[in-house]
């Protein structure tokens, strides 16, 4: 992997978090560029650097952002295990199951994010997950379709 092509990304996901998020929330619900950053850069890497990668970047967004210490890390943390875990050595080998990883990742980063962030203060867990994981974890996928249809976004797939 190209070191400065990791450094520049994630100096403007870090950029985008913290100056334009705002700018492109939906209703509230607002991308994590850094979440997105790590799923597309590590796909495919490894099983440990995307996890080192989440909690470490993770990390350095609780510390700039303040709140919950350790709980961008933790949750990045996870969702950099499950890409590992799905893919441990090559990229996927189809578009849907690129799509499919992306979408379990996100989505499991979000439920842990939000639950730990909310304390639990919701009436049932469908709502929760329908008012508030749910809408976020399309809203980064959506971007994540976005920036896999980018010219110069490439995997190697077999179809």
Known sequence: MNKSLFYIGITVSFLLQLTC??????????????LIFILLYF???????????????????????GGFIGLNAVSKTTAGFILGLL???????????FYSSLILCIFTHDLLYHYIFSRGGYEGFLMFLWKQVLPFSLY???????????????????S
């Not at 980064?140 to 077999?158: A, G, Q, R, T």
Request: hydrophobic share 45%; glycine share 10%.
């Open 87 to 97: 893919f441990p050595e090559k990229p996927p080998d189809t578009k849907g199951v």
């Open 43 to 65: 796909i495919g890497s490894g099983k440990i650097k995307p996890m080192l990668a989440g909690f470490f970047i993770g990390l350095i967004q609780d510390l700039i952002g």
């Open 21 to 34: 998020v705002e700018l492109i929330a939906l209703r509230g619900y607002r991308p994590d560029f850094i």
């Open 140 to 158: 980064n996928f959506f971007i994540c379709v976005l920036i896999s249809l980018l010219p110069s976004f490439k995997l190697d797939y077999k």
